[in-house]
Every structure is written in C-alpha cells, then in structure tokens.
C-alpha cells in the first residue's frame, strides 16, 4: 500500500502550496493530480492577486473591503487571518521567484479591482494564476516532492471520523490504489461545471466536494455562485484587469450605464452588482444581440499589448474582436463557488480529524455572499499554506495507520458494476449537458420559488437517470470515459446542495438574488447554510456567521 | 451536433482522420474516420469532445482549460503540432481541402488508407514521444528535461525573510516575459527536428525556460545555467530551423529565446568546440550557396553523430536525401556581401556600400 504522512489531493495553486508548507515543516508529502499540476485550473486565473502592500493601504481596509464585498457574510476571524498575511505570502511568492509586473520604482505593481478602495491587486500582466501555479510547481520540482500525477482520486477514506488516505485510480493503468495517511489535504477546486457556459476548465468537477459530502462532511453556502460580469460567448474569461484598467461598459446606447447601478464605483462596483446590472440591461432590451460591450480603447493599444496580451489574443480568437479597435462582446458567465466544505482558518474540518480543505473547494467563508476579485488566488495562497502546516503538525503527532481493506474492495464493485451494465443505457454527456442548462436556466443569476423548485426536482430525476449510466469505453488504460462518468455523479450531488441552498434562502444577499425576496434580510438570514448527506438528498441545516469589527449595513458601490 | 451559438450560421461539416492505438488491442495504430458537423465558430478540441462524448467513448485525449492557456491538447493536426483549442475547426477543412485538391491535380492517389481520403482533417498524438493511447503521449521525458534546467530562482542572496520584495524594473520583467507565456503544451518539441535526431537534445521549451531563468535579474547562477546548457546536448545543438516558433501557439519566438541564450553563453565565455563549429558551418554554408544549409549544420553542430544514417526519422532524412542544395541565382552578391563583412573591422556598418 502507498503510505504518505501527508496527501494532498488537487495539484493547483492551493495544493502545491500545502505540499511545500508541509514539505518544508518535515513531513513526508505526495501530491496526488488528476492532470498534470500545471494543467491545473489556476493557470486560467488572469488578474491578479491582493494584499496591502502600498504604504498608504492596509490590512484593515483590505479586511473592510473583503466583508463589504461578502455582502457580511464571510467570516470575520477568518478574513482578517487572510488579509494580515497577505502581504507576507506575497513576499514569500516574490521570493520564490514569482514574476509580477513591476512599478517604475522596481516594486511589484497593483492594479484597481472590484469592490476594493485601494489599487491592492498584484498581477503578472494577465497571466498572473499562470505564473503562480508554473512557480508553486517549480518550488515543487525543487524539493523533489512525490507527484501522482493522473490519478483520479474517487473516495475520502474515513475510519471512525478520522481521515485514513484516499483510493485513487491511476488513469496510466486504470489501477485502483489504496492510498493511506496520517493526514488528508484535499485543494481540488470548484464544481462550475455544474453550469453551462462556465468560465472554468473542464475539469472543475468538484470532486473533492463530492467526496467530502460522501464522506459526511458538510458543505456550506453553496447557492453562492459568483457570476463573472465578463465572459465571452463560451465562457471564457476576460479578466476584471481590463476594468481596472480602464476599460468601461457599455450599452446597446453607448451608455456606460454602470454610472445607474454603481454612482461611485462604477464598472468597479463588486462583481455580484456588475453582473446584475449587465443581465438587467440585457433583459430590457438594451444588449446588443444578448451581449454588453467592453471596451478597452479608453486603455490604449501600447498598454492593451503589455498588460492585457492574453485578453486581446482570446478576444481575436474568440469573439473575432481586436480590442485595440473595437469593443468585446461580454455577459455574466458562472465563474466561482463560495461555497464549499466547511473549513477552519487552518484548513481543518471541523468533523474529521485529519482532514483539510484549502481553495476553492473550501468554504473556509472569507467570501461570503460574494468574492472580490483578486481575493481567490489570496485564499489559495495562504490558506493553502496554512492547511499544509496544520497537516504536518498534525501528522506528526499522530501515528500511521493502515486504511481498511474494504475501502478499495468496495471502489472495485462499485466499477465493475458500472461497467457491467447494460450496453444500451444513456452515457453521461448528455445527462451533464442537461444539468448544466437546468442550472443555468434555474439556479443563475435571477432566482425564484417557482424555478428553483423545478430544479430541485429535474436534479432528482437526473440523478436517477445516473444511476443507470451506461460507460461508453471499459478498457483500462487512460480511460478518460469512466473519470467523467464518476465526476458526473459528483456534479449531480453538487447541484442538487446548490439548488436547494437557493430554494431555502429567502432573501437577496451578494451573488444570490431572488425576485421574489429582493431585499437581504439580516434578521433571519445571517448565518450560513450546511449541506450534510441524507438517505433522500442534503440535510440543511445552518451555523451563525462570525463578526468581529464590522456590523451589517446597507452595501452600495 | 451540439447545440449552436448562433443557429443563422451553417454549420461545419468536416471529416476527422484520427490515429487510434490501444496497446491493449495489441495492435499497430490504424486511422480511424469520423464524419461530424459542428457549429460555426468551433475549435478542434470541441469537435474531439463532441466525438468522444456522443460518438466513440473510447477516443482518449487530454483537455482542460479550452482557451489555450493550460496546455493540455497538444496534438498534430495536419500534419503539425497545435494546440487543438485554438485551431478552429474550419481553418484545417481548409487546409485539408487545398491538400486533397494538389493530390487530384497532382493525379495521385493519395494514401491507400480509407480513412484519409478526400479532405480528411488529420489528427495524430504530439511527435518525439511515445504514444500511450490515442492521442495521448507518454511526456515523461520532455518532463524531465524540463527539471533538468532546474526551473527555479536561485539567488545566494535569498533573503526570504526581507521586509520588501526584490526590486526589478519594468523592463526587466519585460525581458523575462517574453518567455513566460510557454504553456508547455509540447508543440514546439514535438517537430523540432533536432529532437527528432538526436533525441537526448533538451530541447526548445527547456531553453525557453532557462532563458527565463538566465534573464531574471533576481537569479544570480546564470554562468551555472549557461555552464550547463553549453555541453552535450544543449543550446548549440540547436538546428535554426525555426520551426519552434513557426509552431508555438503562444507565439512566443523560440529560436530567438534560444539565440538570447547563446548570446549570454558567448558574452560569459562559453562558446563550446560545437558552437564554434556550428557558426563556421553557417557562414560557410551561406557563402557556398546563399542559404542556410540545415544539413551542414546539423553535422558540424554534432547533433547527427555517426555521419548520415539511413535510419534517422523521416523528416531529417528527407531533408538529407536533398543532397548539396542549389546556390540561390544571385550567390555572388551574398558573396560579395559576406567578404565585405570578413574584411577590416569586421562589422557591417564599416563594410556596407
């Protein structure tokens, strides 16, 4: 059996730097990807990354920007740990060797973004995730850290409450292996994909999600979805950089009508409002062919080249549109989860002793309601290396114990049961492809009772569909066909916490907007919701929201 | 066919040729023809999701991010390595379409294989790698190579524990962002013919790294890095043959990136015996006959060791069956040119007429 102190599932910017806090604090560390780490969708992250570097800024205002932005429902203890070690871990990645854009003074430079009173936003032109996972993976080359790479792990092995390792299959073999550790770091990113025309990469299925929810670990405030006000016609991104830029938005008048929604801060108001205000403009007729205009001319060809290559290159590609010359087509595209499973301010959850989240799969709640932009590298980064600190220390303490011989006998029946069915049953894709437009059609950015009650409903019966998949290739070696169908399963579970996340709350607050309850209701509804498994779908129940500085008030941008 | 983004514009209907193999199946690798129709506006890597999605489940590729930032499709298509979710769809029918048109004007047959007639798309597994299935190659090696340069910032001076960051200009990240941007998708090292023949070469996208190690002000082992990289099956072996930049999908300029490398290489005093070589067998090759001759360069550069071997891979020994190439029409003149610049002061500015 493979034995590691320390397992980190998910090679992304938040695992890799678990594997180097917890390498470098001594233990005995395996990253364990299903793709290739720098394959990881970090890479597609463009704008940048905060922290209060500036003498004139500093860690509270970054704290105070963070809790408006959650609409006061991120966690405040948790929040401030994010923003005083911001600056820090910023150094520590200079240090390693990351590449950022510079100041003509030669110090790394920050950029305006959303939601935040100061230009707090450190980037490498537009390729800023990029730069980070190519330097975490680097500093992991470095140390010479054990990698599985194309392993898909498929269960979270728990004993008596207290995390053994994992099973995973190696895509290489198609082999299952056992996989044991003292303790278990789980950074394996979003479930986006539950959506049509999400911004995220193909892979980000929320399996770490799906198994810790398997496993009986709650998640929490997952109908917190952010959507991005700035996507092209098939998702991808088109980073909020460009608006700290100077880019506006305009519409089918050549109104920046940002000016209506946000007085003050304009294209810069947080993203949850910028979204809102392009789908209102949209639905009232003042989109041009269901789109609204970016445009980046106000910017300058000279700086659009140095500091936005990438988004230039994809708007050519892909909407045909040189931004140098005219405006970039744009709609609010399902861009991030808040939620996540529930996570302490070292990783740690709060039922499974050995278990740690760091990421987007955590809901560690320094988002809230709603992310700022710039804030969910920041989480990875110091999160990540927070949660890989806990992990050593924890194992350290802690013996290793075998996993049970049942975890990887019953992953085997489970396979084989699925490649024994019958040969004519529906394959996957096309019970994805249908979750991914009821999500978008119902549980997107505009929400109501009637909707989203049909969407808990058609999850339901997708999943019963599920269970009756057929696999459309048994052969053992990189067989991609059956990774997609488990990471299906792992989106239907998913969707139906999200769905009925936003059925139960009756109320509008940051990303979740319900015509039918407009206005955020801080009497009944400031707490945060817990998704734990049940015979017949989640158990909701909720947990209160902690506030140290800042009480709730009326949020305008 | 998936749904459209726009249903006013026709569709794409396009034949993919993709080369299969499963070494479970035991056997060799076949061409395997899928007739689709996709939406206007789609890429490569839609059309294979769309394929393995509905069509043939057991069609293996690797994909992740769609837009060319992740670097996961590296593949051939038509004959050359792309990225397949930058490639649009209708841009290689095209090319397709020209290639079987020059086949029928040509009167030939084509390939005898059913799979590749007419306008058939071609899609392959990245070349210089083995294949593990499909299009899915074993890039343990090209890994390796990559560590092998030791991708990180090394600094005697690291004070991870400073107050501030270290300070660098912006044009100073300029200089080292003109290599940042390699995805590491395998392109350039998949038809880089000097791989091709000597396969323990590093390779393109390791010296695309080193440059950006070698060039950050904040690294102070450059002379180490050059030291290493100025031996045996490093930066000299190098072939100019450009392809790397032709094919990066980036467009970062490889060959250049490599050219800065061997410039700091000879300004630290590390031109190898190769190296010397190689840039006489340049200079040599121009003055014979106006071109730049691949051939002499690869032999003088040691990259094709054992003289000319009828066993070397397809491309190199085609380019080799050329024999001596032809001097171009007006060879006096780059002759004239090239004496100019051998004569007094040796630089062009003094010689030029």
Redo the contacts between chains.
């Keep these: 059996m493979i034995a590691h102190e320390v397992l980190i599932i998910g090679a992304g910017l938040a695992g890799m730097r678990a594997a180097i806090a917890a390498h470098d604090a001594g233990a005995d560390v395996a990253l364990v990807s299903k793709v290739h780490p720098v394959r990881s969708h970090t890479c597609c992250a463009q704008g940048g990354i905060n922290a209060a570097l500036g003498d004139d800024d500093s860690w509270e205002a970054h704290l105070f920007d963070t809790v408006k932005g959650s609409d006061y429902l991120g966690d405040q203890d948790a929040i401030e740990v994010m923003c005083k070690a911001a600056p820090g871990d910023i150094r520590a990645l200079e240090h390693m060797g990351c590449p950022f854009s510079r100041f003509e003074n030669g110090r790394i430079a920050q950029r305006p973004f959303g939601g935040a009173g100061f230009p707090r936003t450190a980037y490498a032109a537009d390729i800023s995730g990029f730069v980070l996972l190519h330097t975490m993976y680097e500093q992991v080359l470095r140390r010479g850290i054990r990698l599985y790479q194309e392993w898909y792990v498929t269960r979270l092995v728990l004993d008596d409450g207290v995390a053994r390792g994992v099973v995973a299959i190696d895509l290489l073999t198609g082999k299952l292996h056992a996989m044991a550790a003292k303790a278990v770091v789980i950074a394996t990113g979003p479930a986006s994909r539950i959506y049509q025309s999400s911004s995220n990469s193909v892979d980000c299925t929320g399996d770490g999600m799906g198994m810790a929810y398997r496993a009986g670990l709650p998640l929490m405030d997952m109908e917190f979805v952010q959507f991005h006000p700035t996507g092209l016609r098939n998702g991808v991104l088109i980073t909020e950089g460009c608006r700290g830029e100077g880019g506006i938005l305009l519409n089918s008048d050549g109104e920046r009508f940002m000016k209506r929604y946000a007085p003050t801060k304009g294209e810069l108001a947080s993203r949850d409002v910028v979204s809102r205000a392009e789908a209102t403009e949209i639905a009232e007729g003042r989109g041009i062919d269901g789109f609204i205009m970016l445009d980046l001319r106000p910017i300058g060809p000279e700086r659009i080249r140095t500091n936005l290559l990438q988004v230039r290159e994809l708007s050519m590609d892909i909407a045909g549109v040189d931004p140098c010359e005219a405006p970039i087509p744009i709609r609010p595209t399902p861009h991030y989860f808040m939620g996540g499973v529930r996570a302490g301010v070292d990783g740690r959850s709060p039922v499974a002793e050995g278990a740690y989240f760091a990421g987007e799969v955590s809901c560690i709640s320094v988002h809230g309601a709603n992310r700022l932009g710039g804030n969910s590298l920041l989480d990875a980064v110091v999160f990540g290396r927070r949660s890989g600190e806990a992990a050593a220390a924890h194992a350290a303490a802690h013996e290793q114990l075998p996993l049970p011989e049942s975890a990887v006998r019953d992953q085997e029946a489970e396979i084989a049961e699925l490649a024994g069915r019958d040969g004519d049953g529906e394959r996957q894709a096309t019970i994805r492809e249908e979750l991914q437009k009821l999500m978008f059609a119902k549980v997107g950015i505009w929400r109501e009772k009637g909707a989203l009650a049909e969407a808990v409903d058609e999850v339901r019966a997708l999943k019963e569909r599920y269970a009756r998949v057929r696999l459309g290739h048994a052969g053992a070696v990189f067989n991609t066909e059956l990774p997609q169908v488990l990471e299906t399963g792992n989106l239907l579970d998913l969707a139906e916490c999200v769905a009925m996340g936003a059925l139960d709350r009756e109320e509008s607050r940051g990303s979740h907007a319900r015509t039918d309850f407009p206005e955020r209701d801080d009497e009944v509804w400031m707490k945060h919701s817990l998704f734990t498994r049940g015979d017949d779908g989640p158990v909701c129940d909720t947990a209160p929201v902690t506030i140290t500085r800042y009480e709730p008030e009326v949020r305008t941008y | 066919m998936p749904a459209a ?1 726009d249903p006013g514009v026709p569709p794409v209907t396009a034949a993919l040729a993709i080369r299969r193999y ?3 199946l035991g056997d060799e690798a076949r061409w395997q023809r899928y007739e689709i129709e996709m939406p206007a506006g789609s890429t490569v890597l839609e059309a294979l ?1 769309y394929v ?3 069509v ?3 069609l ?13 499709c590296g593949m051939r298509i038509n004959g050359c390595a792309r990225l397949a979710c ?1 490639t649009q769809l209708t841009a290689v029918v095209a090319e397709a379409e020209r290639r079987a048109a020059r086949r029928s004007a040509a009167a030939t047959s084509g390939d005898d294989d059913a799979a590749l007639a007419g306008a058939a798309v071609r899609i392959e597994p990245l070349g210089n790698m083995p294949v ?3 299009l ?1 190659t074993d ?1 343990t090696v090209f ?1 390796e190579k990559l ?1 092998s340069v ?4 090394q600094s005697l001076d ?3 524990d ?9 044009h ?3 200089v ?2 003109q290599g ?2 390699c ?2 998708c395998g392109a350039c090292y998949s038809d880089c013919i000097a791989v091709e023949a000597a396969p323990e070469f590093v390779g393109p996208t390791s010296l695309v790294k080193a440059y950006r ?1 070698a060039y ?1 002000v ?2 102070d082992q450059a002379h180490r890095r050059l030291h290493d990289l100025a031996g045996e099956h490093g930066m000299w072996e190098c072939t100019h043959c450009y392809v790397c930049t032709q094919r990066c999908p980036k ?1 970062l300029r490889v060959r250049e990136l490599i050219g800065r490398l061997s410039e700091l290489a000879q300004v630290e005093g590390l031109c190898s015996d190769a190296a010397v070589k190689r840039s006489q067998a340049f200079v040599a090759g121009i003055e014979q006959s106006g071109r730049v001759d691949e051939r002499t360069l690869a032999e003088k550069a040691g990259a094709v060791r054992g003289g000319v071997s009828a066993a070397l891979p397809a491309p190199v020994s085609e380019m080799l069956r050329g024999g001596a190439r032809e001097p171009i029409s007006d060879v006096d003149l780059v002759r004239r040119v090239a004496g100019r610049l051998r004569g007094p002061g040796s630089t062009g500015a003094e010689g030029a007429p």
């Design positions: 983004d499963d070494p479970e999701m393995q999605e509905h043939d489940g057991s293996a590729f690797r994909r992740s991010c769609r837009h060319a930032i992740c670097g996961s930058n593990i299935r499909d899915v890039m890994w560590r030791q991708p990180w910032l690291d004070r991870a400073a107050d501030g960051e270290r300070l660098m200009t912006p100073q990240y300029a080292i962002a940042l941007l995805v590491e190690y950050d904040r690294d467009h």
